[in-house]
């Protein structure tokens, strides 16, 4: 039982937290198996990560789309969000791929936990700033707006991060 509880913890992703069967293509697939995982686009955990990607390019695309005469809040925004549309992207592709199982060196629960706890509260900062400075003007409103639901999409996903690596942890190491 240690062994499996072992290995649940290098490979999980937070993609397997919800559902039943929702980590079936991870526990019982073998490298040999496929370059994709199948499953891994159905899971709660993915459909987080999309949304969490949609929202933050209609939010970078409405703030770079509006005219506004260049304040650094806005440019703060857009790098921002871009650079968190990067970051769970490549998360993202770290599932679909597998590459998780090549990686071993890297602790990717924990460091997905790390990525959005830093990543939300910067993306909350900047939706602050940016929802301050709007002036009325509708898009950078509509950015500031989506900005915030991306906000909340990524405190779902800490707090997914969270129950994976940490509780999980803990409560293998009370075996």
């Known amino acids: 039982m240690s062994h499996g509880s072992g290995l649940v913890r290098t490979t999980c992703s937070s993609g397997s937290a919800f559902g039943p069967g929702a980590g079936a293509g991870q526990r019982g697939a073998s490298p040999s198996e496929g370059l994709l995982d199948p499953v891994y686009p159905r899971t709660h955990g993915a459909l987080l990560k999309v949304a969490q990607m949609v929202t933050l390019l ?16 806005y440019r703060y925004f ?3 969000t871009i650079c968190n549309f990067i970051m769970i992207l490549a998360f993202y592709l770290v599932h679909l791929f597998r590459l998780y199982r090549t990686l071993t060196c890297i602790s990717w629960p924990l460091s997905e936990l790390l990525h959005y706890l830093i990543g939300t509260l910067l993306l909350l900062i900047a939706s602050i700033v940016a929802a301050s400075k709007s002036y009325s003007q509708s898009g950078l409103v509509a950015g500031a707006i989506f900005g915030f639901m ?9 707090w997914l991060s969270y129950k994976i690596s940490c509780v999980t942890q803990s409560t293998d190491a009370a075996i």
């Open 78 to 80: 857009e790098v921002v």
């Open 58 to 73: 209609i939010a970078f695309i409405c703030v770079r789309s509006s005219p506004w005469t260049g304040y650094s809040a």
């Open 150 to 158: 991306a906000t909340f999409l990524c405190l779902a996903s800490v």
